[in-house]
C-alpha cells in the first residue's frame, strides 16, 4: 500500500521533495509596465501575442509560458509526462486550443483565480504518487478576453468601481519533477549556453512540500466588482486549515501571499484570520497588490485573474525564494465562482482558495 | 521516492488496488424512460430536482448524486477527502454550486463530455499517491442548461440534424478508496438495512487498474451538431496509446466503452483503430448508444454530455462488472472542447478522451 500521505483534514504533504524544474512568465503591456516587469520571461507590447482575436491572444499566451517553462526545464514536450491547465474562460477556450499545440496528455482544470493552486497540486500529486516523473502546470488570464466574458467588451469604456481589480494579462507555468528528473534536468541544461536553467539557482532548488485543499465558501457576497470580499473567507478558511494541519502558526513562513484579494480582500483576509487567532499581517502578501502599481497604473484594487498569482509565482516568488531572501512561503491563490449566467441570476458568488508550501532547499543532497 | 507507476508514454497504472467504494446515477425524465431505467439511482419526472432554473436544477442533481454514492459507501461527506467534479457549463456553474453544499476540499475539472473519465483518474491517482484513503468523482450535464450554453433555449423549437446527440440530464458520482477505506466501507455498511452497500457485490469488488489520458487532438472538423467526428479521432488515438502503453489488445477487454460517440462517432472511431490494426467492432460499446432507445426516443445519434458516460458507467456497465458478465472493461470518455465563443468564431473543434481500466476482483483477498 501506499505510503500515507495526507494530513489532518484537507491537507496532503509529499514525502520526497517536488522540485521546481522549470518556469516562465509571460505577460501584456500593462503587467510589463508595472513593478514586476524585471522577473517576466516575454512581455507583448500589443497584448495580442500574434494572435486573431482576444481569446486566440490567450492561447497564445499559454501557450508560449508552457512552452517557455518546459525549455527553460530543459525537457522537449514530450517529456512532459502531463498538463494541468485552466483559465477563466467559458469551456477552459484558451487552455484547450493551447494545448492542442503541444503534445502532451492534457488534464483541464478549473478553480477561477486559484487554478495555478489548483493544478500545482494536482501536478505534484502526479508526480508525488509516482504517476510521472515530470508534470506541468500552466494557467492563463487576459484583461479583454476576461472582460468581454465578465462584464462588458472594452469598447463600452464602462466605469469600474473603486473595489474591482484588474485582470491580469499573463500566463504562468511551472514544470515540476521528481529526483530523477530534476538531475536529467540539471545534466540537460548544464553547459548549455541557449538554456537559462531554472532548476538550481545560486545552489539551491525550491521544492514543493506540502499544501492544502480548499473546500467551496458562500458568504453571500453578490457584487462581482468586489471580488475579493468573495474571495477572502475561502483565503482564510484554508489558511487556517493548513496552520491547524500541519501545527504551524503564521510565523512559520516568511511570506503568506494570497492570490488576487487586492485591497478590500486582503484587510477582510487578515481580519478573519485575526479573530481565529492567527496573525498574519506581518507576513501577508497579495499577489494582485504586487503585480501593479495601484497608484500609477489605476488598477483601482489591484490585479486578479488566473495569470495574476500565476506570473507573480514563476517570476517574482520564486526568485525570492531562489535568491534566499525568504526560506518558506505559503502561496494560496484564490478565486470567484462566477460565471456570467449566475451572476447576472442574482446567484451568490462562492470563493475557493487552495494553498501551497513552497521552500528553499540547498541543492545537491 | 516513490514507486514508479507509470507506463509507456501517456499511461498509469495502480500497484494496490483503487476500489469503487460507492455509486450513483441521477437522472431525469427522458434517460428514465430509456432502457438503462432499472439501473438509475433516482429519477425526477420533472427534471428540475426541486429547482428554480436548470443550472440549480444541475447542481441539485449534482449534489444528489454524490450524497447518495457516499451514502452507499456507508460514508459521510467530511469522510470523502477530495470532490473531483466537473460539468459542461461556463466557470463549472453546476459543479461549484452543487459542490458549495458539501465539505469536502473541491477540485473542478473540465474534459466536456470526457470529464468523468479525467475526474475518475485524478480521484484514483490521489487515492493511488496515498494523497486520500478515499476521494469521490462526479460529473452531471443537463439536457436545458446545455442547450442554453451551446445551441438556442427550448422555447425556439429550433431543429436538430440527424448527426447531432442529445444531451443527458444526469449526473454520475464513484466513490473510490484504498483497501482501508474499503475495510471501513464494509463494516459501516454492514448489517445495516439502511445501506445498499456498494462495495462489494456476489462476493466481488470492482477496482481501477490503471489508465491512459488522452491529448488534445483536432481533425478540423468544425461542425457542432456532429460531434461525434470531432471526437472520434481522440477516443481512437487514447484507446491506440493506451493498447501499446499496456501491450494489450481489444481483446484484452471484455468491452471498450466509448463516451458518447454516438452512432455517427462510433462508425468512425472503429474505422481509424481498425486503420491502425485494431479491430475493436466485437467489443465495442457507446454510452450515447446504449442509454436511450434511439427508434422510440429520438435522438438522432445518441445521447452525450458530461451525465452520459458517468450515470452510464455508475449504473448499467458497473452493474455488469458485479455481475460477472464482464471481467474488464475499458471506459473510454469523449470530450469535444468547443465553447459557444469558439463555435462562433468558427473555430475548428478539437476533442479529447481518456481512458479506465476497471475490472473485477474475488473479494477477501
Not at 501584456?28 to 524585471?38: A, H, I, T, V
Not at 488566473?306 to 534566499?324: I, M, N, P, R
Request: glycine fraction near 12%; proline fraction near 3%; charged fraction near 20%.
Amino acid at each position: 500500500m501506499s505510503e500515507q500521505r495526507y494530513v489532518g483534514a484537507q491537507s496532503i504533504c509529499f514525502a520526497e521533495d517536488i522540485y521546481v524544474l522549470g518556469r516562465a512568465a509571460v505577460v501584456g503591456k500593462k503587467e510589463g509596465n508595472g513593478p514586476l516587469r524585471s522577473f517576466f520571461d516575454e512581455i507583448d507590447e500589443t497584448d495580442l501575442f500574434g494572435g486573431e482575436n482576444w481569446n486566440d491572444a490567450e492561447s497564445r499566451m499559454m501557450q508560449k509560458a508552457a512552452s517557455i517553462a518546459i525549455r527553460k526545464a530543459g525537457f522537449t514536450p514530450k517529456q512532459i509526462r502531463m498538463l494541468f491547465a485552466g483559465d477563466l474562460l467559458g469551456q477552459l477556450l484558451a487552455s484547450s486550443f493551447g494545448a492542442g499545440e503541444m503534445p502532451i496528455p492534457f488534464l483541464g482544470v478549473y478553480g477561477a483565480c486559484s487554478t495555478m493552486g489548483e493544478s500545482l497540486l494536482l501536478a505534484s500529486m502526479a508526480v508525488g504518487g509516482g504517476f510521472a516523473d515530470c508534470a506541468e502546470a500552466v494557467t492563463s488570464s487576459h484583461f479583454a478576453s476576461a472582460e468581454k466574458e465578465f462584464r462588458f467588451p472594452l469598447g463600452y469604456g464602462n466605469q469600474r468601481p473603486l473595489a474591482a481589480t484588474w485582470t491580469v494579462t499573463g500566463s504562468g507555468a511551472l514544470v515540476v519533477g521528481d529526483k530523477t528528473a530534476l538531475e536529467r534536468s540539471m545534466a540537460q541544461t548544464e553547459g548549455s549556453e541557449k538554456v537559462d536553467a531554472d532548476a538550481r539557482k545560486n545552489g539551491v532548488e525550491v521544492v514543493i512540500s506540502g499544501g492544502t485543499i480548499g473546500r467551496v465558501t458562500d458568504y453571500g457576497v453578490k457584487d462581482k466588482a468586489n471580488m475579493g470580499a468573495c474571495m477572502a473567507p475561502a483565503a482564510a478558511a484554508v489558511v487556517e486549515a493548513h496552520l491547524r494541519d500541519f501545527h504551524r502558526t503564521p510565523e512559520d513562513y516568511d511570506k503568506i501571499i494570497t492570490g488576487d484579494l487586492g485591497k478590500v480582500g486582503a484587510e477582510i483576509f487578515a481580519d478573519i484570520l485575526g479573530q481565529k487567532g492567527y496573525q498574519v499581517n506581518a507576513v501577508q502578501e497579495d499577489c494582485g497588490l504586487l503585480i501593479y502599481d495601484n497608484e500609477l497604473q489605476d488598477t483601482h484594487s489591484g490585479g486578479s485573474g488566473c495569470g495574476c498569482s500565476a506570473v507573480t509565482l514563476a517570476g517574482y516568488l520564486l526568485d525570492k525564494l531562489y535568491e534566499g531572501e525568504w526560506q518558506r512561503i505559503l502561496f494560496v491563490p484564490t478565486g470567484a465562482l462566477l460565471s456570467p449566467v449566475s451572476a447576472n441570476e442574482g446567484s451568490t458568488i462562492p470563493g475557493i482558495a487552495h494553498a501551497v508550501v513552497l521552500e528553499r532547499k540547498k541543492g545537491g543532497r
